[in-house]
DNA sequence: GCTTTAAAGTTCTATTTTAGAACTGTCAAT
DNA sequence: ATTGACAGTTCTAAAATAGAACTTTAAAGC
């Protein structure tokens, strides 16, 4: 499986992935959710090859997640903001932070807090069901194919009951 | 920065990029949570070569992510489960196909559905305050260092209002 | 008994990605 | 006239990945 065709699997996991799934791309999202918006700000606080960056922002950029803004025009000078299907990525970098929390911190405690401005508290992100609002376990879920799944040729498919199918050395 | 600092920064979501921020990672747990648990299952149904699929199943038993379990004796066999750490990864894998769920569907819809046994509805996840119960936004949040925040030179953490500090070019 | 098959890896080479550093172009300030 | 900031681009060396073949242990088929 290539990079390319992640994106056009039929799963919501894997075109997701296509998009934020490397390790700059998450840090140049944790970057943009903590308000920093240049090319030079990113590199310097990352440590990232610049390369690597124009390409990362690039694709960012491609794939809608961030916006690039002139901010001044004598020399034509760029800002890279979220977008809203970026904003939207906010429960996945939470739930990351979250989970560092919880399982790797050492013994200082947490690097980072994060305060609820609507009721003022010191929180944590909890994942809940939409439905009746319970927190989701993953026990408690039943996965079933829906319209877009895979019903092509029997290659492997990634519903949650699949046969044995596959064997992709058969095409 | 390379991939071992990653694990050691002040940072919960790069501690945890460390572990799981690589495209494979995440389709072997996509596979974890649908209830695949061999190494040859991992590997036909993803594709991914034998070799790094290797190399990140030992990752992910390093990092007790999984376990590693024989099944049976006669040649030793095993398989992996997921541990409950790696169990708790469960809000990140959701949030991750919902994300994509919501901006990288394609005409023919999701995938796949999710339905909660709980309640028996179809339903989506949706992340909360923990001390309020509202849904979280990245702009209803304030970020604070915490105990276990960077502090070498000045107070910069990785906090919204880092300077330039660390420029690797100079002085 | 001999061969095939299966699972779970390991080993090998070729290709692709990434790291690290230097370089480019445009303007403002010294 | 020179320096510095910013947003990149270009280069080479080092590292990671792809793709395929090979290994080991033991059961199954002939």
């Keep these: 499986m290539k990079w390319d065709t992640l994106e056009e ?68 000078r760029y800002e890279y903001i979220l977008t809203q299907k970026g904003l939207d990525l906010y429960p996945i970098i939470m739930s990351i932070v979250h989970w560092g929390n919880v399982h790797m911190v050492d013994s200082r405690g947490r690097p980072m807090l994060h305060q609820h401005k609507n009721c003022g508290h010191m929180f944590d992100p909890v994942m809940v069901c939409s439905e009746c609002g319970e927190p989701l376990t993953a026990k408690a879920v039943h996965v079933h194919p829906g319209p877009g799944a895979r019903q092509t040729s029997p290659v492997h498919a990634m519903a949650a009951d699949e046969p044995k199918a596959k064997a992709k050395t058969g095409t």
């Design 9 to 76: 699997e039929p799963c919501s996991l894997a075109r997701t992935v296509a998009v934020i799934g490397d390790r700059w791309s998450l840090l140049i999202l944790r970057e943009c959710f903590l308000r920093k918006r240049r090319f030079e700000a990113f590199q310097s606080s990352l440590g990232i090859t610049r390369h690597l960056l124009a390409e990362r922002l690039k694709k960012l950029v491609r794939f809608g997640v961030l916006r690039r803004i002139p901010y001044q025009d004598s020399p034509k």
